[in-house]
């Protein structure tokens, strides 16, 4: 990746998913063009467009190592959006 091309990462609320805690994450850069869905805490990328397989790799490594935090924030975000129900 350049280091010109500002990437965004966001991510859902905690939600369940074949009976775990699960949380869906997306990687965009150029406007949305490029884009890499993922899931915790499997820490893979499910579905993705104009990333090499070595970014692939190396959002994956991104999301193993900080998969805790991550679970972490959206299980807050969860709470938060619960009480606003």
Do not use: H, W
């Amino acid at each position: 990746m350049k280091k010109s091309e500002e990437l965004t990462f966001t991510y859902s609320a905690a939600f369940m998913k074949n009976g775990k805690k699960s949380v869906s994450v997306r990687f965009e850069r150029d406007g949305g063009k490029d884009f890499a869905d993922g899931l915790l805490p499997d820490c893979i990328i499910e579905k993705q467009e104009g990333f090499s397989e070595e970014e692939i790799e190396q959002l994956e490594v991104y999301l193993m190592e900080n998969a805790d935090d991550i679970l972490k924030k959206a299980k807050e975000m969860s709470k938060i959006t619960n009480i606003l129900k």
